[in-house]
């Protein structure tokens, strides 16, 4: 599989291409698999967005960076930015994943994208890490919003409805996919009154319905 494009998109050329093969390597694949990699780069990308937040935030307070770094490193971020890159194009998978669409799962493409973090640590350290995840989170710093209050979007959604006088939002459960280890949920959002039905994919259902909820108050919002 070529990368040359991949590389181009990120901003890094691997001096050892195998770090990069490795990265887009899913468990389901063989060894060696990106799940190491994963786990350095998920601490590297965490670094590198504090140290981002507190050089160009001065004016707020611990709790509300965390509140961003938080929002900023969540699987719904990753997920949008590995999609930009067209990830799932390069990732190695099982036979049983390529045929569930694995390649455009969001946990399996937050995890390669923290995973290519933690390669071009290996690569070529940290500074060339840091300009990557930089380049790459641009967008994203430029539409933060720091009057934002920072309740999660289930609660925020839920008193935009009360303050309208409207039913709770109803979550429900569509699909459940992949394996034990690593499932994948697909919950629905309904506030039938606005006749607005919005969908959400997660890990958890948790994460799931935050997604569907986020994307509620979206359509509910001019």
Not at 155 to 170: D, I, K
Not at 178 to 207: K, M, N, V, Y
Request: aromatic share 6%.
């Amino acid at each position: 599989m070529n990368t040359q494009r991949l590389e181009s998109a990120l901003g890094h050329d691997f001096g050892r291409p195998e770090l990069l093969r490795q990265a887009l390597t899913h468990r389901s694949f063989g060894f060696p698999h990106n799940e190491r990699l994963e786990f350095l780069g998920d601490s590297v990308l965490n670094c590198v967005i504090a140290g981002t937040l507190y050089q160009n935030f001065g004016e707020l307070r611990e709790g509300e960076l965390s509140r961003l770094r938080a929002s900023l490193v969540r699987q719904e971020t990753l997920v949008g930015i590995a999609r930009d890159l067209a990830l799932g194009e390069f990732l190695w998978l099982g036979e049983g994943e390529l045929k569930s669409g694995g390649a455009q799962r969001p946990s399996i493409l937050a995890d390669a994208l923290e995973a290519i973090f933690g390669a071009i640590h290996v690569d070529a350290g940290f500074d060339a890490a840091r300009r990557v995840i930089e380049t790459l989170y641009r967008p994203a710093l430029r539409r933060i919003d720091t009057s934002d209050t920072g309740k999660d979007p289930k609660t925020a959604l839920q008193e935009l409805l009360q303050g309208r006088r409207l039913p709770l939002p109803r979550y429900a459960l569509l699909a459940t996919r992949g394996e034990a280890h690593a499932q994948e949920f697909d919950i629905e959002c309904a506030i039938p009154e606005l006749g607005i039905r919005t969908t959400g994919s997660g890990g958890s259902r948790r994460i799931a319905e935050q997604v569907a909820a986020q994307r509620a108050i979206a359509e509910i919002k001019p």
